[in-house]
């Protein structure tokens, strides 16, 4: 994103009427507003916060932005020469920025449609709407070029929310030199009734989240626009302006590209892609714990692969937890059989801190431990992928899984007695490719993919090396 800037007069709700005058940037990792304050010597600014919820400003050519979520950063004084008085400078740094309308309150900011461009959608959806003709003549080659939109694709996210997916023509010409123009896909999230921007905001970034899923890349948004529907009369319905909404989300891995294969596109799952969208929202709160060390792994190439391999063995550990939720035995029957009768043998004289160290080591004593937990998914997930059952697997595994909880546990804690048996270099590589093919597996399958498509996208990527 290159840097914007807009010039114009601005006011803080929170300290009445007076404007002030000031520059908003729009720079790649962050937004920042400077604001100036001319005051008598003797005086001390009218700036008396930290941080202010909310600033609407107007630009010189008539734009409203509204600035929401606004934090002191820096502050400079100065003589102003010409009036004599001194200058007090501002720096915010502004969480979010709506352009194309004032919200004097958060409240407000209720919307019924958000439509979003990300920069990978055309590229997931698969779907071209051109058709070409090439036809040599006498004066050379000429080309005819058609574009019929693909339908509308309508995707029920949950009760009075529907995600549509459009398709536009977008053109880019040099006079006399050349003409490009390009397939434009858009998301639109169409609520029934108008909810909060957070909300809408929310929703956008667990699509995000998604295609980073389904692309193996960093997928990034280019840009929001949010409308809200108003009841002029009871015969009549009005729409409003449109907004655009500006966040900046630093990402640090922004100048790094996935080495790693597209998942899967839409047209891989049409027939059934309502159902695995309804899914990836209805267990959003899961998927946040898993896929941060999957999206890290993607990333790679910024983060030590000790760091991948043992968050990605962290995560299979959490999906077991979370999505198959199998124990040696209940809690409750623990406590009263084995946990009690242990923390009861403790010798009384033993050091608080030990004893209390003791205590903690089992008091999760119920729960599948690492490798069992691990067991059961490379056993359960090498068969979605169609390997025969057979002792060499079997083997294979095994000896798979000793290394991955010998190398964990030798990075966690340090054990030199497990260094004979510890991954390294090439070996630890594939090990935590391993782990994550497998936990990959485990989301689809959580998400609905059916078995025959998850084969046909892993042979498509990988082959069928496991």
Not at 11 to 18: A, S, V, W
Not at 94 to 114: A, P
Not at 334 to 351: A, M, R
Not at 393 to 399: D, I, K, T
């Amino acid at each position: 994103m290159s840097e914007k800037r807009f010039n114009g007069v601005w006011r803080i709700l929170e300290l009445g009427k007076k404007k002030y005058s000031g520059i908003l940037s729009l720079q790649e990792d962050r937004i920042l507003l400077s604001l100036d304050d001319y005051y008598p010597k003797k005086h001390n600014g009218s700036f008396t916060q930290e941080s202010y919820e909310t600033i609407l400003g107007r630009t010189g050519d008539g734009k409203l932005i509204t600035l929401h979520l606004c934090v002191k950063v820096r502050e400079t004084n100065r003589a102003d020469l010409i009036s004599g008085c001194q200058v007090l400078t501002k720096i915010f740094l502004i969480d979010r920025v709506l352009i194309g309308n004032h919200f004097s309150s958060v409240r407000k900011m209720k919307f019924n449609r958000m439509t979003i461009t990300f920069d990978s959608m055309s590229e997931w959806m698969n779907i071209s709407g051109f058709k070409s003709d090439y036809k040599h003549n006498e004066f050379g080659l000429g080309i005819n070029v058609i574009f019929d939109p693909p339908k509308i694709v309508n995707l029920k996210i949950k009760r009075g929310i529907v995600a549509q997916i459009s398709f536009s023509l977008e053109k880019n010409s040099i006079p006399k030199k050349s003409i490009a123009i390009q397939q434009k896909v858009f998301l639109s999230i169409v609520c029934k009734k108008k909810i909060h921007l957070t909300e809408l905001i929310a929703i956008k970034n667990h699509f995000l989240g998604f295609f980073t899923f389904a692309l193996q890349k960093n997928t990034f948004v280019e840009q929001v626009f949010v409308s809200a529907e108003e009841r002029a009369n009871p015969n009549k319905m009005c729409l409003t302006r449109e907004v655009e909404v500006i966040e900046i989300n630093p990402n640090l891995f922004s100048e790094f590209k996935s080495t790693s294969n597209i998942l899967f596109f839409y047209t891989d799952i049409s027939s059934n892609c309502e159902k695995i969208i309804q899914n990836w929202f209805l267990k959003e709160d899961k998927l946040k714990r898993i896929l941060p060390s999957l999206f890290g792994w993607i990333n790679r190439k910024s983060i030590y692969l000790e760091y991948n391999f043992i968050s990605l063995v962290h995560a299979l550990e959490g999906f077991h937890r979370l999505f198959v939720g199998e124990q040696y035995m209940e809690r409750d029957l623990y406590e009263q059989t084995v946990y009690k009768p242990l923390i009861g043998s403790i010798p009384p004289d033993l050091d608080r801190s030990h004893k209390n160290s003791l205590c903690n080591k089992i008091l999760y004593g119920y729960e599948y431990s690492l490798r069992k937990r691990l067991t059961y998914l490379f056993s359960k997930y090498a068969i979605t992928l169609n390997l025969p059952n057979s002792p060499k697997l079997n083997s294979c595994l095994s000896e798979s899984l000793e290394k991955i909880i010998n190398t964990r546990n030798y990075l966690v804690h340090v054990d030199n007695s497990l260094k004979s048996n510890v991954c390294f270099g090439k070996e630890l590589f594939d090990q935590t490719f391993r782990c994550a093919k497998i936990l990959q597996i485990a989301l689809l399958r959580e998400l609905g993919f059916s078995k025959n498509q998850i084969i046909e996208i892993f042979t498509r990527s990988y082959g069928t090396h496991f």
